[in-house]
């Protein structure tokens, strides 16, 4: 996370695909301002990561503001596709 706060991009953003492990601790006071989170597949078959790792990485992105898109693999009752505001031009 310190690399990623010195890189100058449009957006800084984190694909946790598969979600496999509590990462939220990881996650805290993170300059991201995307994420994109799934399941493991396997083919066919998706593993679901356990709930409480998938509340506690969307509380510490919540509470940051970060944006949160959600891969069609993963199993979740509030669906989220959120993508941050970026102004191109500005940005370069």
Same mark, same amino acid.
């Given at each position: 996370m310190e690399?990623?706060?010195t890189?100058?991009?449009p957006v800084r953003w984190m694909s946790i695909?598969?979600?496999s492990? #509590?990462?939220a601790p990881?996650?805290?006071d993170s300059p991201l301002q995307w994420a994109v989170i799934g399941a493991a597949t396997n083919g066919a078959k998706?593993? +679901?990561p356990q709930a409480?790792?998938?509340e506690n990485v969307l509380r510490v992105l #919540?509470? +940051?503001g970060t944006k949160v898109f959600f891969k069609g693999n993963l199993e979740w009752d509030e669906w989220r596709e959120e993508f941050p505001e970026v102004n191109l031009v500005e940005a370069w």
């Open positions: 690399v990623l706060e890189i100058e991009v695909e598969p979600l492990f #509590d990462i990881l996650l805290e998706a593993y +679901q409480e790792w998938v #919540d509470s +940051q």
